[in-house]
């Protein structure tokens, strides 16, 4: 094994990873890739094809450094839900699951997963729809050749791990439909 091939941390690097993604204007750095604990979630993200793979690697490392940012938070657990890798806060009733997978029929398509019974889409359409694509009441639609929006996706995935503490600080009004006092 090269020293060259030796992360921070001591773990091995893939051969594959890439310290910096390609943008038009140059180079944008990313975080060093964090070693994946569960060895599915692992095998879920390194099944996917180039470039989607680097582009799920990228959203990744936003969403553990967003979470990161935000004390309130607390450490995520990465799993599989539905196949998918999934990240949530291990704290119970502070945030939703987001999940990530590439996109069946789009080869360089992936996204990024919220529950659907929430309301987070119609928040993230008020914010960010000029911005994002958002499908339905369950998705961001990325595109692997393009830079993704990072401001807006982090934002999007701060709101969506503090989600459940966000509707207990506002006593549930985010999430109530409009109703009228009888």
């Known amino acids: 094994v090269d020293r060259a091939d030796i992360g921070a941390a001591g773990t091995r690097r893939r051969a594959d990873w ?56 607390g450490p995520l657990l990465e799993t599989l839900k539905w196949g998918q890798p999934a990240y949530l806060p291990k704290r119970p009733r502070i945030g939703t699951t987001l999940r990530i997978d590439g996109l069946k029929n789009d080869p360089t398509g992936y996204a990024l997963f919220f529950p659907c019974q929430s309301r987070l889409a119609e928040t993230y359409r008020r914010q960010f729809g000029d911005v994002l694509t958002i499908v339905g009441d369950r998705s961001i639609l990325l595109d692997a050749r393009q830079e ?16 459940h503490l966000r509707r207990q600080s506002a006593g549930s009004r985010i999430d109530r439909p409009n109703q009228t006092c009888r």
């Open 148 to 163: 993704p929006p990072r401001d807006a996706l982090r934002h999007c995935i701060a709101l969506a791990l503090t989600y």
């Open 18 to 73: 890439r310290p910096h993604r390609r943008a038009p204007g140059g180079t944008v750095p990313v975080s060093a890739p964090r070693p994946v604990a569960d060895p599915s979630v692992e095998a879920a993200l390194c099944a996917r094809p180039q470039p989607v793979r680097d582009a799920l690697l990228d959203l990744r490392s936003l969403i553990l450094d967003t979470a990161d940012g935000r004390p309130e938070t």
